[in-house]
């Protein structure tokens, strides 16, 4: 008996290849395709009109049936309200981690195992494997798009009924199967926008759900460069959008976020993508999530990273448990951001991780 394999189609080159192997391997494949935003889905900066009608036209060219499925109220919930509460709270969250385990293989997959579904597939560069019953997240073969990062949230009963075709490939790889095989979307630009709400301004969008508090932005050395929109609408580490380019001071390097001041309500910056305020030795993660169900070994040289286009750094982990774990870096990490997840590894597997709470200097 062919496996029933239920493939989430966003209309991405991804999600496409990701449909034609599965089909081409002898699945019997169905594609989904999710709506999970309403609010202004018919602006320039999110319309699921053209993915829509390029999911569509991929699922008819594989030769697939394809279901349109409205999760926006469970995104609303379960996701967006999150991520404008630790807005609120002035921390940086990101919203695809809980995406990924709320909505994509939650929602979706629930969805997809009442369609029949025995597996669904996704576009992610990643990929499972099963040992002894347990169910493994590794890193995706192409180290330059590998998003176990953002799936570290993902439980023993997600991983069991998910597949990742693309792991194994390159980018380009894919791009160049879904040329070969006229894929009218091979040459689509990848998204890179807040999750299923798009490429859009982003002071200008999250003004709509908290309100501005301008105030003064300063240097570290307390001269004042500039105003700012409110302190939520920026993050550690953070270089354009500052409006105060054309200050030069000191070594006329560029200017960086390196603090939030909530009691002041200034914005303190510094110079340089290097400095001090900007390298962290270690920090403290809370809600931690162990992928296998138990937590990793204390006083162990582990990986982790703290972004997602961070590379991994060695570290060790202490005073492990499930809701705290303490992690120090052997190296200096740049821009360690509260609201971000760092993620630890043990060579390509990834172990979990957990949502930072604190940035440490010794």
């Given at each position: 008996m062919k496996k029933n394999i239920v493939v989430g189609l966003s209309g991405g080159v991804d999600s496409a290849v990701t449909a034609w192997l599965l089909k081409n391997q002898g699945y019997n494949v169905t594609a989904l395709f999710m709506k999970n935003w309403e609010d202004d889905d018919d602006d320039e900066y999110c319309s699921s009109k053209q993915d829509l009608i390029d999911a569509v036209a991929v699922a008819e060219k594989i030769g697939i049936n394809i279901e349109v499925v409205n999760f926006a109220k469970e995104y609303k919930e379960k996701v967006f309200s999150?991520?404008?509460?630790?807005?609120?709270?002035?921390?940086?969250?990101?919203p695809d981690i809980l995406c990924n385990s709320e909505i994509k293989f939650d929602a979706f997959l629930n969805h997809a195992i009442s369609m029949g579904a025995e597996k669904i597939a996704t576009g992610h560069y990643a990929k499972v494997q099963e040992i002894d019953g347990l169910f493994y997240l590794l890193k995706g073969d192409d180290g330059s798009k590998d998003q176990s990062y953002f799936l570290y949230r993902l439980k023993q009963s997600q991983?069991?009924?998910?597949?990742?075709?693309?792991?194994?490939?390159?980018?380009?790889?894919?791009?160049?199967?879904?040329?070969?095989?006229?894929?009218?979307?091979?040459?689509?630009?990848?998204?890179?926008?807040?999750?299923?709400?798009?490429?859009?301004?982003?002071?200008?969008?999250?003004?709509?759900?908290?309100?501005?508090?301008?105030?003064?932005?300063?240097?570290?050395?307390?001269?004042?460069?500039?105003?700012?929109?409110?302190?939520?609408?920026?993050?550690?580490?953070?270089?354009?959008?500052?409006?105060?380019?054309?200050?030069?001071?000191?070594?006329?390097?560029?200017?960086?976020?390196?603090?939030?001041?909530?009691?002041?309500?200034?914005?303190?910056?510094?110079?340089?993508?290097?400095?001090?305020?900007?390298?962290?030795?270690?920090?403290?993660?809370?809600?931690?999530?162990?992928?296998?169900?138990?937590?990793?070994?204390e006083n162990w040289v582990y990986s982790a990273k703290t972004r997602y286009r961070q590379p991994d750094a060695p570290c060790e982990i202490d005073n492990i448990n499930y809701e705290q774990a303490t992690i120090m870096f052997g190296q200096k990490q740049w821009a360690v951001t509260p609201g971000q997840s760092v993620v630890v590894y043990e060579s390509n597997i990834c172990l979990g991780g957990g949502f930072i709470k604190e940035a440490i200097d010794q």
């Open positions: 999150l991520f404008i509460n630790d807005l609120e709270k002035g921390i940086t969250p990101n991983l069991s009924k998910s597949i990742f075709p693309l792991g194994s490939l390159l980018k380009k790889e894919v791009r160049e199967i879904a040329k070969k095989n006229n894929l009218h979307n091979h040459d689509r630009k990848d998204s890179t926008g807040i999750c299923f709400i798009g490429e859009r301004p982003f002071a200008e969008f999250i003004s709509k759900y908290i309100e501005k508090q301008p105030g003064k932005i300063i240097d570290d050395f307390g001269n004042v460069l500039g105003e700012h929109e409110g302190l939520n609408f920026y993050t550690i580490g953070q270089r354009q959008g500052l409006k105060i380019g054309g200050v030069k001071s000191g070594n006329g390097e560029p200017w960086f976020v390196i603090k939030k001041d909530f009691q002041t309500n200034k914005l303190v910056v510094g110079q340089g993508h290097n400095h001090p305020a900007l390298l962290k030795d270690g920090l403290v993660a809370s809600k931690m999530h162990w992928i296998k169900g138990t937590q990793p070994k």
